[in-house]
């Protein structure tokens, strides 16, 4: 079942993260390949003609593209162990609200936090925090959003995280002061070797950002 | 396993349509409920309070929010009928890519081509093209997008051909002649019940549009 299984990625990307978590809960091994999207790989551009981005999951030579279905693909393969997805249809109808409700405004949002200045960012910042506190009341008292153990949801949020020290240096504000439940739930995600072991170091991406805002010529 | 459903939905929504035919291939006897997006009910606000969109499918009182969420919750609540997504997880993420797809572009691209002029619409138009061009190509010599029976791609793509004669008329240029295939397709799901009871008259729609544009002071 294991097969030939390749992860096109690059490093600070919140989406790729999310494959390399799910892989490491299954402890699933595979070849990660660091992408340059200066200049992108003939692989890539074969692998994901329609898009062209990472990440792409190569396995037995079969392309999966989009994060989210990556994860999905994933969790359906190799089904034995370390379950993401609920198998109760309504539980998994809320699991994927929530996922698609990150897809449309954390990385936009966040995004605009690093973009942008003045009244713009401050309108990012607030909308942002918004977010953040509508997904802690849905984790409410739970561990993780998908209870007692990771779930799907738990793995599309958490990669953010590694952008967070970025958006908080940038956007000048405390994202632990306004949503501590958020930030508790991440620390309690990240003493899972497959999460802490899959996002890379929060200065690294700092100093990506700082890089990306030199060539956009953003101060 | 009787129960109640009910759809809150628009009647030009193409998302809503989705879930239409998905309920109509199912044979699953729903009350359909018209909301008046300029005057949302208390139903919708108390149902869907993170987008207050439409539509929301309520399934014995709980709500399932977003049209391809709902169309793979039905699939999987009434999986004995009309399966819709494949079994097979490499088909099923391949399907979810061309959904994802038709989400990400159809409705952008296809809003630009109503609501803009001149180049911005030229641009829109070409754009569009080849969006179809492309699905045309997945499409292949299948019957449908799912092979020998409606599937997923196809209850998710097939509702915007209710808009095609609208953007036809906006766009003064035939989807015709440059996707004979995708329009072939086209009639040949509209020859279904399921998706002929789903979708509204292209007239009708085109109507509505002019009411929009109006509105926004689009000429």
Not at chain 1, 109 to 118: E, F, M, P
Not at chain 2, 28 to 47: C, F, G, P
Request: with cysteine; net charge neutral; charged share 30%.
């Amino acid at each position: 079942m294991a097969g030939e299984l390749v992860l096109l990625d690059f490093w600070p990307s919140p989406f790729g993260m999310r494959s390399r978590i799910a892989l490491a809960e299954k402890g699933i091994p595979y070849e990660y390949r660091e992408e340059d999207l200066r200049n992108k790989s003939d692989l890539l551009l074969q692998m994901n003609p329609v898009h062209k981005k990472i990440p792409v999951l190569i396995h037995n030579g079969k392309p999966v593209c989009e994060s989210v279905i990556q994860v999905q693909y994933i969790d359906e393969v190799w089904h034995d162990k370390a379950p993401l997805i609920p198998s109760d249809p309504y539980q998994r109808a809320v699991a994927r609200f929530w996922v698609d409700f990150i897809d449309k405004k954390i990385y936009e949002l966040g995004s605009k936090i690093w973009k942008t200045k003045g009244e713009e960012q401050a309108n990012a910042k607030k909308e942002f925090i918004e977010c953040l506190k509508l997904l802690e009341g849905e984790l409410g008292d739970k561990t993780y959003f998908g209870g007692e153990s990771l779930g799907y949801v738990d793995v599309a949020l958490v990669p953010f995280y590694s952008w967070f020290y970025a958006y908080e240096k940038c956007g000048d504000f405390s994202i632990e002061a306004e949503c501590p439940k958020m930030i508790a739930w991440v620390k309690r995600c990240m003493q899972k070797e497959s999460v802490a072991k899959s996002l890379p170091d929060q200065e690294k991406v700092y100093e990506f950002i700082l890089q990306l805002k030199k060539v956009f010529g953003i101060e | 396993m009787a129960e109640e459903v009910v759809l809150l939905d628009f009647w030009p929504s193409p998302f809503g349509m989705r879930s239409r035919i998905a309920l109509a291939e199912k044979g699953i006897k729903y009350e359909h409920k018209e909301e008046d997006l300029r005057n949302k009910s208390a139903l919708l606000l108390q149902m869907n309070p993170v987008h207050k969109k439409i539509p929301v499918l309520i399934h014995n009182g709980k709500p399932v929010c977003e049209s391809l969420i709902q169309v793979q919750y039905i699939d999987e609540v009434w999986h004995d009928k009309a399966p819709l997504l494949p079994s097979d997880p490499y088909q099923k993420a391949t399907a979810r890519f061309w959904a994802d797809y038709v989400d990400k572009k159809i409705y952008e691209v296809g809003g630009r081509v109503w609501k803009t002029k001149g180049e911005k619409q030229a641009t829109a138009k070409k754009e569009l093209i080849e969006t179809l061009k492309l699905l045309e190509k997945e499409l292949g010599d299948k019957p449908y997008f799912g092979g020998e029976s409606l599937g997923y791609v196809d209850v998710a793509f097939i509702p915007f051909y209710s808009w095609f004669y609208a953007l036809e008329k906006c766009g003064n240029f035939s989807i015709e002649a440059e996707c004979p295939k995708l329009i072939a397709w086209a009639k040949r799901c509209m020859q279904k019940e399921s998706v002929a009871k789903s979708l509204p008259d292209q007239q009708k729609v085109y109507d509505f549009i002019l009411e929009m544009k109006k509105h926004f002071g689009i000429e």
